[in-house]
């Protein structure tokens, strides 16, 4: 039950912010793009069938006229397939809210009169195509909340909440991992093992990022024992990594906590903030050593470390695959999904908002089977529409690949994430009618058994460090006196159509899969620390590296090896009270032989 006075100076304004609710029934609670749109929300993503109530108690300490206002977003203005009501105390407003053809906004929704006591609120499902309610506003007065996502609207936020201020103390680590997939758990357990105190803070409820259940690829690249270690799953498709990390006595996960600032003193970083989705708890965490295992840079984004962004032109290293201007584009990101034939036919809403996108398009191939096994065949229907096809190897097999699905390469990845996965929703779901509706005696009994609400990220920022790997360094096998971990993997270049070039823009518009020569490559340390922030190492995609190295670089298997060794560097730079640039300058033989022991040694944690 949520108690009002708890959250508010003064009981006639009562927040009631939707990822406090009691019970979320079938809602899903998204946090994905708090950063942007103000706050985590409920989403109702049902695949077409209305999902079940999500409802909370408060405790009402006065009786009153109260004024109500819901922030809600309708995901596609002018369809509005998104629709819920809202009931207090069995009374369903008269609004429906999903439907205004408003972006994330505060919507009034009449009065209501209240008595003291246990108020219930009920967020009802209409549609079950991804509703989504961020909060609802009690007030007395008939002043509207603040809609606008800033300092000014957070402070509000948090005063109706009953939280403090200042962010609370969650103590001091000697290594402070941020980013809870393959990468960054592999050097949050490494970094464990070798006696540091270890703080993982990851934005997710479950380890593993693109290999979680939540999305389920499986990690390419160099394998080893840590990597199997950490990628065992349970029968739901959860990593073992959650209990490894666990296990470890100096080791302390932070699940659900994302990261919202940065603390430095000149060019070191003395501490982060996260807020958690559940609760808006904010924590700072100091550290001595801090590893950016986040994917998106996160850290350095916020710590104005130097980056790179984007395709750099063919000249600045006279990569073959680069094009001859740079610009912008990146790897976009993926959403996967299953499907399966039930035992009767299942009938499916019209979906013109979806087939918009999606227009003629009937191939439903590049599933994923289950976590940890992807490209899996789908149903196909009518004259399917000619698409690329993924071709590699000497015999140029064919295969449904998953990654096909990709969109968002021309957007600003930090901003538009919430529209990427919404239009890729919306191709899925056109499809998936198409199909239907293309061959009904074949897939009268077809339905969605799953579809991923978290998208598999692509690309964003990439450090610079001391050194930048480029494609003629893996191709070359440069050889580097740092060289501390292989790396392995086909050059791996997803190809996006231009801006309003290819009609079904979801889809990929080619793929180069160059397999070189099949050899491993060295990885420099100099890639995995910064160039201007004396205590940040990273691991994983977003390491010092060109777009077209970083197409190899970017696998988790090969994460995995920079999480080892930021690791290890984390522990030796604690040991020597170095930064990372000064164990490559002082004690580069003893990192190297450190490594070199994990790597070759790590087969006393056997997998479990």
Known sequence: MINPANMSESPANILIEAEDFDSYGGWVLDSQFETVMGSPYLLAHGLGRPVSDASTTINLERQGAYHVWVRAKDWVPSHHPGRFTVSINGVVLDTVFGANSEDWSWQPAGKISLEPGATTVVLHDLTGFDGRCDAIYLSTDDVAPPNE?????????????G??????????????????????????????????????????????????????????????????????????????????????????????????????????????????????????????????????????????????????????????????????MHHGNTLFFRTRMAEHPVSFPEVPWATEVSKDYANLSGQLLEAGVENAPGPQAGANPSTPEFRFGSKADVFPATHFWEYGQWLDPYTNGELIRDYLMRALYGTFSNVKKLEPENYANLEFEWMAFVAAQGEFRRYRGDYVLSENDIRNHTSFPDALVPNDGAFCIHC??????????????????????????????????SANIDNLLMAGKHISVTHVAGSSTKTMGNGSQHGIATGAAAFLCNQHKSSPRGLYENHLGELKALVDQLTACDHEHPPK
């Open 496 to 529: 996006a159509w231009e801006p309003g070039e290819g009609k079904y823009d979801f889809r990929l518009k080619d793929w180069i899969w160059d397999m070189r020569d099949k050899q491993a490559y060295g990885i420099p340390y100099r890639c995995l620390y």
């Open 149 to 161: 996502v800033n300092a000014t609207s957070q402070a509000w936020r948090k005063a109706l909440r």
């Open 163 to 328: 939280l403090p201020d200042k962010p609370l103390d969650a103590g001091h680590y000697d290594v402070v991992v941020v980013g809870g997939g393959i990468s960054g758990c592999a050097a949050a357990l490494t970094a464990a093992r070798l006696g540091q105190s270890v703080a993982l803070i990851h934005d997710r409820p479950v380890l593993g990022g693109n290999a979680s259940n939540e999305i389920g690829l499986m990690p390419r690249g160099s394998q080893g024992a840590l990597l199997n270690e950490l990628a065992q799953r349970s029968a739901n498709g959860d990593l073992a990594a959650l209990s490894l990390l666990e296990a470890e006595p100096t080791a302390k996960v932070f699940l659900g906590h994302r990261i919202i600032s940065v603390e430095k003193q000149d060019s070191k970083i003395t501490a982060v903030q996260a807020i958690q989705a559940r609760g808006g708890h904010e924590r700072r965490i100091t550290g001595s050593v801090f590893i950016d295992a986040s994917g998106t840079a996160i850290i350095g984004v916020l710590a104005g470390a130097e980056t790179l962004f984007g395709r750099e032109a063919r000249a600045e290293f006279n990569e073959p695959y680069a094009p001859e201007v740079g610009d912008d």
